[in-house]
């Protein structure tokens, strides 16, 4: 197909046209969706050595690889921290905290069998394993009561082959609580 100089210059001219349309048009017409989420957690990544990059905890979260980890968690909590004005720096608990995110979230994503606990069926009908309060040892699942006792008495076991019958003396105190919390439930009778 052969284009005749008459229908190139046309075509020319609607380029020109449509390009100076274009710088015509103010920036705030035109369309921009601002910064992608991968830029704005980096922008936080940044702000966050620039601000923190002295502090211990940071130190922490450089050594254990978790900056960018951090930044997301931040990002997923305030997307607009990047943009906010540097009287914003985050307190010694908020970095605690995001570091605790960002080593969660690693933890689940290299492990995730820990985390999605299986459907079963229990003893009172219910969907997944019910939270159990331990005397003493928090709000645990009955999955995980149960594997803290088999832990607790190869450690029993362990200590006692040792000699250190203080640490028995622990570990069966610990097996009360648990098999008591069990009790509760309905787990064991």
């Known amino acids: 197909m052969k284009i005749t100089k008459q229908q190139l210059k046309q075509i020319i001219k609607e380029e020109i046209s449509a390009v100076a349309d ?20 980096d922008a936080i990544r940044l702000r966050l050595i620039a ?3 002295s502090d211990p905890i940071f130190k922490e979260a450089e050594r254990l690889g978790l900056v960018d980890e951090m930044a997301k968690a931040i990002y997923d909590e305030d997307p607009d921290f990047a943009d ?13 905290r995001f570091l605790s995110i960002a080593r969660m979230n690693r933890a689940y994503r290299k492990n995730p069998e820990y985390f999605n606990e299986g459907l079963r069926d229990y003893v009172r009908g219910q969907s997944r394993s019910p939270d159990v309060e331990v005397p003493g040892g ?5 999955k995980g009561v149960k ?23 622990t570990r069966v105190a610990n097996l009360e609580a ?12």
């Not at 710088?23 to 704005?40: A, L, N, R």
């Not at 803290?148 to 190869?154: A, N, W």
């Not at 200590?159 to 003396?169: H, I, L, P, S, Y």
């Not at 648990?178 to 009778?189: C, Q, R, S, Y």
């Open 84 to 96: 906010q004005e540097g009287g914003d720096i985050l307190s010694q608990d908020e970095l605690k």
């Open 22 to 41: 274009l710088v015509d048009t103010p920036m705030s017409e035109q369309e921009y969706s601002g910064p992608s989420k991968e830029e704005t957690i």
């Open 138 to 142: 928090g709000v645990r699942s009955v």
């Open 147 to 169: 594997s803290s006792i088999m832990d607790s008495l190869e450690d029993a076991i362990q200590a006692a082959q040792r000699g250190d019958f203080e640490t028995v003396a």
């Open 51 to 53: 601000e923190h990059g």
């Open 178 to 189: 648990f098999v008591k919390a069990l009790k509760k439930v309905g787990e064991i009778k």
